[in-house]
């Protein structure tokens, strides 16, 4: 699986447990915007939690420089 695939899967998932919302609507939200199979979510589900809170970290990280270029410009 692409890292990018990866970021996309736990932006989806890290907004759906802020939202709260349930783990149907996250899957589906997966497959529509990632564009991925079951098998590839499953894949990322799997992955530990340690990881998966790095890459929660990250998704973050990158939002925050978008919104502050979104302020420059």
Do not use: G
Request: aromatic share 6%; with cysteine; charged share 25%.
């Amino acid at each position: 699986m692409q890292y990018i695939t990866i970021l996309k899967l736990a932006a989806v998932h890290h907004i759906c447990d802020i939202r709260k919302k349930s783990k149907e609507h996250m899957l589906q939200l997966m497959r529509n915007n990632c564009n991925v199979d079951d098998d590839t979510i499953l894949n990322y589900l799997s992955l530990p939690l340690e990881e998966k809170k790095k890459l929660f970290k990250e998704i973050i990280s990158l939002l925050d420089v978008m919104l502050n270029l979104e302020y420059i410009n």
